[in-house]
């Protein structure tokens, strides 16, 4: 039997060998597909309309998640980024795209929550039978395929104006989703949340500008490396006003008051891609401009800055959390809450301890942690808001003191449920215990044991208001089960699930495998590829 | 003073004169207009900086010069996208002020079911 | 002498700025603010001209101006009224406080911004030098142009997919019982005969000079955007005048014009990944062709999709008064 298997696994092997020998003369055209496949489906959604918007989306989801796996499979093969200047012009008169190991894994977690998003949204947005095409599907379709297209663009993008255009493409598919329905509530959601985007937008322009005045080039790389050479105020300021801008894009506090509205309003799947995806987009960038862009010693009151709103949020938004009385609402303030532990990084990541024990040793725990918080965020919310969107449909309704006997009649979504808020509340094993874990590391480490109180109370606020929910829902249901006011398919409480999962078992992979994510940082090169080439186990958080 | 002077403090200003609109203004459709000066002050700055770059025959550097270009598309998509928003909100909020008002539109909005999806049924 | 005149109309033309841009800030009536706007775009205008950049003047003329003024101007129109400023004590002295918080701020960030803007680093970095070098390899001669068509042509891309997702998203806020209507927000119920007249006289001559401004973009100031904004505002006229009605969401023919454009554009790119090596390249030799071809699809399209922005929604009224009406059902060509 053992044999036979060798063979087999012989034979697996030498046909992976074969055809990562192929993606690899395909690099170039993979790359430019991440843009192209989302928007050209967009565009023939748009012009044929009706039923076909539907079809070709859900056609895009498979080939989508495809292009982001062999990326991501090219990644991890080369062991190096894949680069790519449009039109052969090269920066910094032409515009570059980069995928390194972190925009590889951001791509896939983008590609896998809008495929789960879309395959749940074929049951919200199917065209009727005897209606040609309505606003809604039409709509929620081509957005959706846009949104992809945005996000791609933004994670893969290394120009900053190149970006501009991305984070309003971003902002002008995700604005439309929160009003989706068209009530009053909802329009005013979206116009509050689209000039909150529009400030931040400009300002991160007006930045853009400076910058290019002060050293003529708009690339990230190149612009690193220029402000290592000469350090004009001029690049200060304009990655604080960029900051400014895409934090009120990304709601952290006090920029957050558009989020709860708008991401609790919109439909149940445009929330999901919302929360789990859209905020994340401005978030990356942040991390961008002052971990790749600035050299790490300018940034570091401003960092203690960062992180003080962080704390904020986490708290404020667990806080507020807990005094919920809908479900969609408290998973919109969860949102901002687990937002606030992404802006823990800076502090950790830049605090002087850790510059000085990184200069051999390449990536600190703190940006893992960062990056981790980010993924298993991504999967655990879309999940959530999903779960929420079939509890609405059974029950008629979200208010969270009468949704007892939930457990009845939704068992798989209320499992769903409680796994993805384990990784919330950072319990193992989940991808966010693995990420709070080493968040609360790298405050030891360095000692700043202040953030570290910030993240265990951010933990035990969480619970308490994931414990609300699952006490009602999961226990007091009472002898009379209650019945569905409409059935919900298994299907979409399985892809409920299935997200949820994903977030649970990020945190069941060995801390080193996570050393891929450092693909193509500076001074990581060798670090990473010596983790891909050692069987990975000795890093692993739990026995 | 010169003339690339007194353009960099004209941006500057308008910059200020927007973000000062945009936090003060209580109406969104005046929001909308000081966000349209604050981006025409970023766009001047960029006006200055390619100025300022003028050389090999050109009275400018032409990379801001385009990127401004494609940047006041981007505000005009941003207004139109505001502008339907505005309207539209004070279409439903006109019918909710007036009782009279013969059957709502608003027959997408479940007051109870915000997780189902509106549209299609 | 000549730069002391020069000099002078800059400082006029920036005082007059300035205080249009105060006048759109602190006017208390909407339909004054988009009025001080409009015109405050054309003079914004000017300053590019000012400032050595032709091309942007048409453009900021055109879109920045024109199409967003018209936009702001319609919508000042079909708002309902503000409320009047209440008289109630207790909300004023927290405005007054928000507003000396707001003054300052704002000072600060204009007068820090002033700072660093004027004191950028000495000589300019610049890439003229190097969009001269590589003119000549895209085979125009307008700069500007081969930035937008060559060196950052995903930019331009990009912005034309962002012109229809805009138009998408304004499109979905039509009113479900409304969305195979026709928008109702230009048309006039009575167009005055001298303004049905001045769009049928406008029309001809204003295609010629999209015509025009088009066709010199390539080597001169101009181009697909501007002529597009024009074509677009010409639309609108027609519309208001009562020549031509609004265009509903449902029509395909509209909805295959708005994305001929970045379809083309995206097609042309992939086939340079074919046979010139790299996404959006073009072939040696056929830089030209290639690039008058986007341009000229790119101009129809963004004049469709402006045009049918500025023909905005249909409006719940009309929803309210045929309540019976299924979405969906009507209006299919």
Not at chain 1, 304 to 319: D, E, K, M
Request: charged residues 10%; contains cysteine; hydrophobic residues 60%.
């Amino acid at each position: 039997m053992s044999a036979g298997l060798m063979d087999w696994a012989g034979l697996m092997w030498m046909l992976m060998r074969a055809l990562m020998q192929a993606l690899v003369g395909w690099s170039d055209a993979l790359l430019v597909a991440l843009l192209v496949l989302p928007v050209l489906a967009m565009l023939l959604g748009f012009a044929l309309g009706g039923r076909a918007a539907e079809r070709i989306a859900l056609w895009t989801l498979p080939l989508g998640l495809a292009v982001a796996l062999a990326i991501g499979a090219l990644v991890l093969h080369q062991g190096m980024p894949l680069e790519y200047a449009m039109g052969g012009w090269a920066p910094p008169l032409g515009v570059a795209l980069r995928v390194d190991g972190l925009s590889a894994a951001l791509l896939l977690t983008t590609a896998l929550v809008i495929t789960g998003v879309g395959l749940y949204a074929r049951a919200d947005f199917a065209t009727p039978s005897g209606v040609a095409e309505t606003r809604a599907s039409l709509a929620f379709w081509t957005l959706l395929l846009g949104l992809w297209a945005a996000l791609n663009a933004v994670f893969i993008g290394r120009d900053l104006f190149n970006l501009y255009v991305a984070i309003e493409l971003l902002t002008f598919t995700a604005v439309p989703l929160v009003c989706l329905k068209g009530s009053p509530e909802n329009l005013q959601a979206a116009l509050r949340y689209l000039l909150f985007a529009l400030l931040g937008s400009v300002l991160y322009l007006l930045g853009v500008a400076l910058l290019y005045g002060a050293y003529g080039t708009l690339d990230i790389a190149q612009l690193a490396a220029a402000v290592r050479g000469s350090a004009e105020p001029a690049a200060l300021v304009a990655v604080v006003l960029m900051t400014a801008g895409l934090l009120a894009k990304t709601a952290l506090v006090p920029l957050h008051l558009w989020l709860p509205p708008a991401h609790a309003g919109a439909p149940a799947a445009a929330s999901a891609v919302l929360s789990a995806l859209v905020v994340k987009g401005s978030f990356y960038l942040i991390f961008k401009l002052w971990l790749d862009l600035l050299p790490p010693q300018y940034g570091q009151q401003i960092a203690q800055g960062l992180g003080a709103l962080g704390a904020l949020a986490i708290l404020f938004g667990g806080v507020l959390a807990i005094r919920q009385t809908r479900l969609k609402m408290l998973i919109a303030y969860s949102t901002l809450a687990q937002l606030g532990y992404l802006f823990l990084v800076f502090p950790l990541v830049l605090s002087p301890v850790t510059l000085l024990a990184a200069t051999g040793e390449g990536t600190p725990p703190a940006w893992t942690g960062g990056v981790l918080q980010l993924v298993s965020h991504a999967f655990a919310k879309a999940s959530m808001f999903m779960g929420a969107g079939l509890i609405a449909i059974a029950m008629g309704h979200d208010r969270i003191g009468e949704l007892g006997g939930l457990v009845r009649v939704l068992p798989v979504t209320l499992t769903a449920f409680a796994l993805a808020g384990l990784s919330l509340m950072g319990l193992p094993p989940s991808g966010g215990f693995a990420a709070k874990w080493l968040l609360l590391r790298a405050g030891l480490e360095t000692g700043q044991w202040w953030w570290m109180l910030v993240i265990l109370g951010g933990g035990v606020l969480t619970g308490t208001y994931l414990y609300r929910v699952l006490a009602v829902a999961g226990f007091s249901g009472g002898e009379s089960a209650p019945r569905p006011l409409q059935p919900v398919a298994r299907s979409r409480e399985l892809i409920v699930l299935g997200l949820a999962l994903v977030s649970l078992l990020l945190g069941l992979l060995p801390l080193s495998s996570f050393e891929v994510l450092k693909i193509g940082r500076e001074g990581d090169e060798t670090a990473a590829v010596e983790a891909l080439t050692q069987p990975a186990i000795t890093g692993a958080v739990w026995p | 003073m010169s003339q690339i002077t007194l353009y960099g403090l004209l941006g500057s200003a308008l910059v200020g004169l927007g973000l000062y609109g945009l936090i003060v203004s209580a109406d969104a459709l005046r929001k909308l207009l000081a966000f349209n000066l604050l981006g025409s002050g970023v766009f001047l700055l960029f006006g200055v900086i390619a100025r300022r770059g003028a050389g090999a025959g050109f009275s400018g550097d032409p990379i801001p010069q385009a990127l401004v270009i494609t940047g006041l598309v981007v505000a005009f998509a941003a207004t139109a996208l505001a502008v339907g928003l505005l309207v539209r909100l004070g279409e439903t909020a006109g019918l909710e002020d007036v009782d009279d008002a013969p059957a709502s539109p608003r027959s997408a909005a479940p007051e109870d079911a915000p997780g189902s999806a509106g549209g299609p049924q | 002498m000549s730069v002391g005149i020069g000099l002078l109309t800059d400082v006029l033309l920036s005082g007059t700025v300035l205080m249009l841009g105060l006048w759109v800030i602190l006017t208390a009536d909407r339909l004054r603010a988009a009025i001080g706007f409009l015109i405050y775009g054309l003079l914004v205008a000017l300053v590019w001209v000012r400032l050595g950049a032709p091309d942007v003047a048409l453009t900021e003329a055109a879109i920045g101006g024109g199409m967003i003024g018209l936009l702001v101007l319609g919508a000042s129109t079909r708002l309902p009224p503000e409320p009047p400023r209440s008289p109630g004590a207790p909300a004023r002295p927290r405005r007054w406080i928000l507003h000396v918080i707001a003054a300052a701020l704002s000072a600060t960030v204009a007068l820090g911004l002033a700072l660093v803007v004027l004191g950028l680093p000495e000589p300019a970095p610049s890439l003229a030098a190097a969009v001269a070098a590589e003119l000549p390899a895209t085979a125009l001669e307008n700069p500007v142009t081969g930035v937008l068509m060559a060196f950052r042509a995903v930019d331009t891309l990009f912005e034309t997919v962002v012109l229809v997702l805009a138009l998408i998203a304004f499109w979905s806020l039509i009113p479900d019982a409304g969305w195979s209507r026709r928008p109702d927000w230009l048309p006039l119920p009575h167009p005055p005969p001298a303004l049905v007249l001045l769009a049928r006289i406008l029309l001809p001559i204003g295609v010629l000079v999209a015509l025009h401004l088009f066709w010199i973009g390539a080597s001169l100031p101009g181009g697909k955007f501007q002529a597009g904004a024009l074509l677009a505002a010409l639309w609108a006229l027609v519309m208001v005048a009562g020549l031509a009605r609004p265009i509903a969401a449902t029509e395909r023919l509209v909805r295959v014009l708005a994305v001929l454009g970045p379809l083309v554009f995206f097609v042309i790119g992939l086939g340079g990944l074919w046979l010139a090596g790299d996404f959006l390249a073009y072939p040696e030799g056929l830089e030209k062709p290639l690039i008058i071809i986007i341009e000229v699809v790119l101009m129809l399209s963004v004049a469709v999709m402006l045009g049918l922005i500025l023909a905005g929604l249909p409006s719940a009224d009309t929803a309210v008064r045929a309540p019976k009406a299924r979405p969906g059902t009507e209006g299919q060509p």
